[in-house]
T-cell receptor, first 111, second 112 residues
Framework: DVKVTQSSRYLVKRTGEKVFLECVQDMDHENMFWYRQDPGLGLRLIYFSYDVKMKEKGDIPEGYSVSREKKERFSLILESASTNQTSMYLC??????????FGSGTQLSVL | DAKTTQPPSMDCAEGRAANLPCNHSTISGNEYVYWYRQIHSQGPQYIIHGLKNNETNEMASLIITEDRKSSTLILPHATLRDTAVYYCIVRPWNSGNTPLVFGKGTRLSVIA
């Protein structure tokens, strides 16, 4: 089975801190994605990547950046965390863009 | 991608079949219907997909109407663990570099 591992299940950070969310997949998938999920708003795509060192903006990239130095790892970076970035962050990977495998999510609280 | 419409919520008695509808009246000929579900505090999980024929796997069955304007996901014997939000998504297979877009889905509550 595909395994997508997110480094932390729960994270608490202070406003202004630089935050790294890590995601690792073990199936040699080309595609990786970062979504955030908020009550009433559903899943929204932040960034995605179709290859190493390649990235594309999703629907809500503002305040975020990403890094994909190796195929198996896709990092989401909050350069200066703000309270409106408190959310559930979900990483996914796929071989084909329709069949995604998601991690368990990181619940980030920014105080 | 074609737009989908799902009821916001549904209830189902444990052990009974759960039938989750999805309308996709603007679906085009090369678009598939995909279903995902998201159990509370977990990431979404792929369930099944189909083009025009009915499909079945170990998790569920997918029934697509002949005109392809609507479909139904069937969980034949719902259990409490099937309580989740179910997402219906319509798009062409392997649509290049176009990520999946998740709507609001249907919140299914399985009741003991």
């Amino acid at each position: 089975d595909v395994k997508v591992t997110q480094s932390s299940r729960y994270l608490v950070k202070r406003t202004g801190e630089k935050v790294f969310l890590e995601c690792v997949q073990d199936m040699d998938h080309e595609n990786m994605f970062w979504y955030r999920q908020d009550p009433g708003l559903g899943l929204r795509l932040i960034y995605f990547s179709y290859d190493v060192k390649m990235k594309e903006k999703g629907d809500i990239p503002e305040g975020y950046s990403v890094s994909r130095e190796k195929k198996e790892r896709f990092s989401l970076i909050l350069e200066s965390a703000s309270t409106n970035q408190t959310s559930m962050y979900l990483c996914a990977s796929s071989l084909l863009t329709e069949k995604l495998f998601f991690g368990s999510g990181t619940q980030l609280s920014v105080l | 991608d074609a737009k989908t419409t799902q009821p916001p919520s549904m209830d189902c008695a444990e052990g009974r079949a759960a039938n989750l509808p999805c309308n996709h009246s603007t679906i085009s000929g090369n678009e598939y219907v995909y279903w995902y579900r998201q159990i509370h505090s977990q990431g979404p999980q792929y369930i099944i997909h189909g083009l025009k024929n009915n499909e079945t796997n170990e998790m569920a069955s997918l029934i697509i109407t002949e005109d392809r304007k609507s479909s139904t996901l069937i969980l034949p014997h719902a259990t409490l663990r099937d309580t989740a939000v179910y997402y219906c998504i319509v798009r062409p297979w392997n649509s290049g570099n176009t990520p999946l877009v998740f709507g609001k889905g249907t919140r299914l509550s399985v009741i003991a």
